[in-house]
């Protein structure tokens, strides 16, 4: 393999992966070398960071004596690991328009196939880094010296994404080539979204209803079909562990062949084939009488939505990633028969859950940026610009609102919350979802991009992965500051009702303070 080809290749992609950030080193002056070291040297500090922000929260305990809260871990990310690189797989290889730039040129398949997995990796992995920590915690809590604890962890951890990249890989290019892939594109992307998404979740609801309830003990039931992960930290020198490896290098071996000799001799040629389908497909409209401007809004609006592999990515960001770290904390039990000075706790929830659900990743942080050049051209129709963008939002919006009602209610259904503490959750949900919608539209046309080649430099836009897991953490760390003080002080104090009417007080001024900043700083603008 020419290292050299391929270190190209890899920068193109790093320099693909996150767009703006790569726009703002060149501007001060970044190029070439030093633009390329200066995104990777951002890329390790921000997974760093995130790694030691997860690492602080899972040393809190003994993993060692724990091997229920370790088999939790592993397979909360190893299912997070493998459903966003489902996507982000079928993205990079066949949604993305970056086919016909590599034909010309003297780039070997081998070389592609692995800078575009590399690419994903990128995307995946700042994902899965608190298992890294937990690899690193349990052999360090066994008592392996920490240097080859850390070894063994980075080791293992490397070995379990490539097979999990591989595996994913295997699935995603023998699904492209079926018949029914190529006549209906987006129907199976969609069940296949939907499969993992149950999988996934199901997944989740099913470890929580084996947590353990002993009062001895904080640790869950283990997962019997990942014990031999944590026997090979636990202890490394015995029979299971010398099996684990051997289990994981051969399975390594089997997918390395199956991609060598199955995948990568006709790479270009399923890559064209898939992309000639995608291409005559999207020409392919049906003929429907709409009346009206808002009709025809409308409908041009939901065909952006067809965009191959967006709701993929909408589902992953908005739904499986706040459902799966949400549920990877116990949720207590809300006690029955609340009285009603709690309604305001509820709403202040919802309020939080949506700052938590909607976040760059969301359909209605993106919707303007679908558009590409189009928009240009809808800028020069005689329309109201402002009436166009008010379509697109409130299509955005509502798709939005029924992704976290829908999880709302499932969370209210976990923690038991009754009917009129569930209400409350929901109303603080549809308020929260709007206003928050409202930041990430305007954020839309602040960093505007048009001529993107595939959905995944949307997302990346601003501070890429690590900054929307940064956002969405920092969320949640002060959602739950203010919702546990705010719970605190409704339990001690006499004054509830009081209290009561303060917090909705703050909520109405600052509702309108957030309506008013958005309505002259960008709806305005309009006119």
């Known amino acids: 393999m020419n290292k050299r080809q391929l270190r190209a290749l890899m920068a193109v992609n790093l320099r693909l992966l996150n767009p703006q950030v790569t726009d703002r080193l060149r501007k001060k002056g970044k190029s070439g070398a030093a633009l390329t070291r200066k995104l990777w040297s951002q890329f390790l500090l921000s997974s760093i960071v995130f790694l030691v922000i997860y690492g602080m929260a899972m040393a809190a305990g003994n993993l060692s004596k724990m091997p229920g809260m370790f088999t939790f871990y592993v397979a909360i990310f190893i299912l997070l690991a493998f459903s966003q690189s489902i996507s982000g797989i079928y993205n990079l290889f066949f949604a993305g328009k970056d086919l016909n730039s590599y034909l010309p040129l003297p780039f070997r398949q081998k070389e592609i196939f692995l800078s575009k997995i590399l690419t994903v990796s990128f995307n995946v992995i700042p994902y899965t880094l608190p298992l890294l920590m937990a690899f690193f915690l349990l052999s360090w809590q066994s008592g392996t010296m920490i240097p080859l604890a850390i070894v063994m962890a980075v080791v293992v951890h490397l070995l379990i994404m490539a097979l999990i990249f591989m595996l994913c890989s295997v699935i995603v290019f023998a699904l492209t080539k079926t018949k029914l892939f190529h006549d209906h594109q987006n129907l199976v992307m969609n069940a296949l979204t939907g499969i993992t998404m149950i999988l996934v979740i199901g997944g989740i609801l099913l470890m929580n209803q084996g947590n353990s309830s002993s009062s001895e003990s904080f640790d869950r039931n283990p997962i019997a079909i990942l014990m031999p992960i944590f026997e090979l930290f636990n202890k490394p020198t015995s029979l299971i562990s010398g099996l684990t490896w051997l289990g994981l290098i051969g399975l390594i071996l089997i997918f390395t062949g199956i991609v060598r000799f199955l995948i990568l001799p006709k790479l270009s040629e399923q890559l064209t084939a898939v992309n000639t389908a995608m291409l005559s497909g999207s020409h392919r409209h049906q003929n429907v009488k709409r009346s009206g401007l808002n009709a025809n809004l409308d409908a041009y609006n939901r065909q952006l939505l067809k965009e191959p592999n967006l709701l993929v990515q909408v589902i992953m960001n908005s739904v499986m990633i706040p459902i799966i770290f949400m549920f990877s904390f116990a949720f207590a039990k809300v006690p029955n028969g609340l009285p009603l000075k709690w309604l305001g706790v509820f709403f202040v929830a ?153 917090a909705a007080t703050l909520i109405i001024v600052l509702s309108v303070l957030i309506l008013r900043h958005y309505q002259t700083k960008f709806w305005q603008r309009f006119n």
Do not use: C
Not at 356 to 379: H, K, M, Q, Y
Not at 420 to 440: A, E
């Open 350 to 502: 919802g309020l939080a859950f949506s700052t938590f659900t909607v976040n760059p990743a969301s359909l209605v942080g993106n919707l303007i940026s679908l558009d590409r050049a189009n928009l240009e051209f809808v800028e020069s129709l005689p329309i109201s610009m402002r009436h166009y963008l008010q379509r697109k939002f409130l299509l955005g919006y509502l798709l939005q609102l029924v992704l976290n009602i829908l999880m709302i209610v499932i969370i209210a259904f976990v923690i038991k919350a009754g009917f009129l503490m569930s209400v409350s959750l929901v109303l603080g949900t549809i308020w929260g979802t709007y206003l928050v919608s409202l930041h990430y539209f305007r954020r839309d046309y602040r960093l505007l991009v048009t001529n993107w080649t595939n959905v995944t430099e949307l997302f990346n836009r601003g501070g890429g992965n690590i900054g929307m897991m940064a956002t969405m953490f920092g969320a949640l760390f002060v959602g739950v500051i203010i919702i546990v003080a705010y719970s605190m002080i409704i339990m001690l104090t006499p004054f509830a009702v009081l209290i009561n009417l303060i």
